[in-house]
């Protein structure tokens, strides 16, 4: 198996917050949580590397939700020079390494939850081609 040009070295944990909203009460039994995710970039062309951010926000600190929480991770990126064009390296940026990343906070999201009163929030699988276009 070939090692890809584009690596990583292992996500840290940035920012781990979670708040259980004590008014809150479920009538109807159903619960739609509203979350939303950020990344943020910093690009240095010169060493072909780059360290990129993820956070996601779930739910509100409002008595309308069960629960808060804001997950964030980072990681560094590297390539090797001159093997991606400027369109192929900003879709792996935007993209790939948000993706990846959003493995790692959608654990931390469930273990967070898990250990609440209420059940494991499984954070759904989100299209961060479009995501992240309307974040641009």
């Known amino acids: 198996m070939q090692s890809s040009a584009f690596q990583f070295k292992t996500p840290v944990m940035r920012k781990a917050v979670f708040q259980v909203n004590e008014g809150f009460q479920n009538e109807d039994g159903g619960i739609e949580m509203p979350a939303s995710i950020s990344t943020r970039r910093c ?20 008595k309308k ?15 090797k020079p001159g093997t991606f064009d400027g369109e192929r ?41 479009k995501e992240m276009q309307q974040n641009s």
């Open 65 to 79: 939700y069960p629960f808060y929480a804001a997950v964030s991770y980072g990681a560094d990126f590297r390539w």
């Open 89 to 129: 390296l900003e879709r792996l940026l935007s993209q790939n390494a948000p993706a990846l990343l959003l493995g790692y906070v959608r654990v931390a999201i469930a273990t967070l939850t898990n250990f609440s009163p209420y059940p494991s929030y499984n954070l759904p699988f989100v299209d961060l081609t």
């Open 43 to 62: 690009v240095d062309d010169d060493a072909s590397t780059a360290y990129v951010e993820i956070e996601v926000l779930v739910g509100e600190k409002t």
